[in-house]
């Protein structure tokens, strides 16, 4: 692991005394740790015959595989270390801004059914936010909405929510039952900003786009209420789920023509050994209750937090056991 770390060093600095300085030694035993590596692996990892310092085709494979197994290293460090305090008693869990309260009371009260001595600490956070967390090992186990990248990651349960469209009470579209995209052509589009969630962000506009429905303009809302208060103005339409119009009586909710937009939430954990042994667990009880709770307005990372480094916590963590010390 530690030539590994020395080789991803010089691979993303190109330059061998770079390289050092950043990891604090000398150039010479950084240089000969390169060469064991390369010797033990059969391969040049670096073409050294120009004035510049280039990866080879191995050095660029490994590259990747290398780092990989460095942020797996780094969770299996974290794991070990919260084992021996005994911090495995707590899943830190994501959870998407705007999960209602219903929502969270369901799913910690099936989590202390399952796992009585187990804390929850629930932290809402975005989606992008929960992945780099998941990845760096400050966060257990996710509920995201995808599509998302899941490399190096494992997917719970599946749970699907169908979209519809909201509109302003006073639309002609309101009279019918449902609403193909086409009809829509010439409205404004209200959406949360795209880097709280890029991969649903482009899956909608693709949908759209493919079901003849091109938005005049792009308006963005972080809040849900700020979504609802744009349409009832007039100022677009949104996607949403039928419980979220229902908080507004100014504007309506009917389904899309043949159901074109669907939202799917996955728990989502590290595919390696560090993982925290409850994180499976977490995200099959969290599919479930997600089926049962049909009132649900789970909405893809409605609130991007202030601070993206410092997730802002649930003040709600279910403790029914006393932790250990």
Same mark, same amino acid.
């Given at each position: 692991?530690?030539?590994?770390? !020395?080789?991803? %060093?010089?691979? +993303? +600095? ?16 950084? *240089? ?9 692996? &059969?391969? @040049? ?14 050095? #660029? ?6 780092? %990989?197994?460095?942020? =797996?290293? +780094? ?22 801004? =705007? ?12 989590? %202390? @059914?399952?796992?009585?001595?187990? *804390?929850?600490?629930?932290?809402? !956070? ?7 967390? !998941? #990845?760096? &090992? ?60 890029? &991969? /649903?962000?482009?899956? !909608? ?5 493919? =079901? =003849?429905?091109?938005?005049? $303009?792009?308006?963005?809302? *972080?809040?849900? @209420? ?7 103005? $007039? ?30 939430? *996955?728990?989502? /954990? ?7 042994? #409850? ?26 937090? %202030? @601070?993206? +480094? ?16």
């Amino acid at each position: 692991m530690r030539h590994l770390r !020395i080789f991803a %060093a010089v691979a +993303e +600095e190109l330059h061998f005394s770079r390289a050092a300085d950043r990891l604090g030694m000398a150039q010479p035993p950084l *240089s000969q740790a390169v060469r064991r590596l390369e010797k033990e692996l &059969g391969v @040049e990892l670096f073409d050294r015959s120009r004035r510049q310092v280039e990866l080879t085709p191995a050095g #660029a494979v490994l590259v990747d595989e290398a780092r %990989a197994l460095l942020t =797996g290293e +780094e969770r299996l460090r974290t794991l070990a270390r919260r084992a021996g305090v005994g911090e495995l008693d707590t899943l830190r869990a994501g959870v998407p801004p =705007g999960t209602t309260v219903a929502t969270l009371s369901l799913l910690l009260g099936t989590c %202390a @059914e399952h796992y009585p001595g187990m *804390s929850v600490d629930l932290r809402e !956070i975005t989606t992008d936010e929960q992945l780099r967390l !998941i #990845a760096s &090992g400050g966060l257990d186990v996710g509920l995201v909405h995808q599509p998302v990248d899941i490399t190096g990651l494992r997917l719970g349960p599946e749970m699907r929510v169908e979209l519809g469209v909201v509109l302003p009470r006073v639309s002609p579209l309101a009279q019918l039952p449902e609403v193909a995209l086409a009809q829509l052509a010439g409205h404004d589009l209200v959406l949360p900003p795209r880097a709280q969630a890029p &991969g /649903w962000y482009d899956r !909608i506009l693709d949908t759209c786009r493919a =079901g =003849g429905y091109v938005p005049t $303009g792009l308006r963005h809302a *972080s809040r849900p @209420e700020v979504l609802l208060a744009l349409v009832s103005a $007039g100022q677009g339409i949104a996607f949403a789920q039928g419980a979220v119009a229902g908080k507004e009586p100014r504007v309506v909710w009917r389904p899309l023509a043949d159901r074109p937009l669907t939202q799917r939430t *996955s728990g989502v /954990w590290p595919a390696d050994r560090s993982s925290h042994p #409850a994180a499976p667990h977490f995200a099959k009880l969290a599919a479930d209750v997600l089926a049962r709770d049909r009132t649900t307005t789970l909405h893809h990372d409605d609130r991007a937090p %202030a @601070e993206p +480094e410092s997730p802002r916590p649930w003040a709600v963590v279910y403790d029914e056991a006393p932790r250990r010390r």
